[in-house]
């Protein structure tokens, strides 16, 4: 009697034992769902898909007037010592003597042409003139805290400072219209520019009312991304931002007219969205509290507004499609086709 007791009681806890396990695999089979599920909902990073957009040169221009000894060292001081650049800022590791000897549009100030003639490398043209001033300190306007000219800016010119036999001072600016205007009126003798408000003043185009000539280029540093960002994973495309509020850059900027070109090769105009005028930081904070939609910011990726949002929110980078850039690199010969690579936010 006991040896049948004892035989129950095991078959009994034996079954007792495989309901436990099939419950337990079965609420693990739940759990797994639902984590997929929690995954599934929550969108991807931003960049975890490569981003297809168009880009502009970030060039360095100087006034005319400058020593051309100074604008020697300055170049030679940077190209000299990409290692060590890069080490402070990854900017440094995008400079390259070709690249920034290739600028069409605007002839190239002697010190710097005479830098790449050592290289090797022949400029377009030469500013004729220039470069007959006084050696002297050379303030550098830059770009706003929250963009890569002031980060990369700043790293260049005390490098310059410390190695290059030549004193520049990294200042804040506010874009590159205002710094073609700060060097033109005397303020400043270094700036940062996009490729294409350099060729608008020197031309008296769009943002110029008349010509600026008296700068020359210094080198171009790097290429500098339109970049589309986004708290809304709905905008998906250029076309979804129709009926959207959207800042467009400081009025008049350069990132203005990159975001009009933009629109423009997708058949949207200014009048099809609800426009907004601010600065990367301004756009940034404002995507934060979800006050406007999307925000054309025109910088080299990683940008520092960008990565902070990103870090507080899943943000995201709207592509372009092959068939409209190549409708916008045909239209403009400032643009090229560019990828910002996975994981770079």
Wanted: net charge negative.
């Amino acid at each position: 009697m006991k040896k049948t007791l004892s035989l129950l009681t095991a078959l009994l806890m034996l079954v007792m034992l495989l309901t436990a396990c099939g419950g337990d695999s079965g609420s693990g089979g739940q759990t797994s769902g639902d984590s997929a599920g929690d995954s599934g909902d929550s969108a991807p990073a931003a960049t975890a898909v490569d981003t297809n957009t168009v880009a502009v040169g970030a060039v360095v221009i100087a006034r005319d007037d400058v020593a051309e000894e100074d604008i020697y060292n300055f170049v030679s001081a940077i190209f000299e010592n990409k290692d060590a650049i890069t080490e402070q800022h990854a900017k440094g590791g995008e400079l390259d003597l070709n690249f920034a000897a290739s600028v069409t549009a605007v002839p190239y100030h002697p010190g710097a042409a005479r830098y790449f003639s050592e290289k090797g490398i022949d400029v377009a043209a030469v500013k004729e003139g220039a470069g007959s001033g006084e050696s002297q300190s050379l303030t550098f306007t830059t770009g706003g805290s929250t963009g890569t000219y002031y980060a990369f800016g700043g790293v260049l010119a005390n490098y310059v400072t410390n190695n290059g036999g030549v004193s520049v001072t990294a200042v804040e600016g506010n874009g590159s219209q205002s710094n073609v205007e700060d060097l033109t009126a005397g303020a400043v003798q270094l700036g940062f520019v996009q490729s294409d408000v350099m060729s608008y003043a020197y031309n008296g185009e769009r943002l110029f009312e008349s010509p600026v000539d008296n700068f020359s280029v210094v080198a171009a540093l790097y290429m500098e991304q339109v970049q589309i960002v986004t708290t809304n994973p709905d905008i998906k495309s250029v076309d979804d931002l129709a009926g959207k509020i959207v800042s467009i850059g400081v009025s008049g900027s350069g990132v203005y007219f990159n975001a009009l070109d933009v629109l423009g090769a997708y058949g949207l105009s200014e009048e099809d969205i609800s426009p907004v005028f601010q600065n990367f930081g301004d756009s940034a904070d404002n995507l934060k509290d979800g006050k406007i939609d999307a925000a054309f910011i025109v910088a080299g990726a990683p940008t520092p507004a960008i990565v902070d949002l990103a870090v507080s929110q899943p943000t995201y980078l709207v592509s372009l499609d092959e068939s409209h850039t190549n409708d916008l690199l045909a239209g403009s010969p400032f643009y090229s086709a560019y990828t910002i690579p996975a994981g770079t936010y």
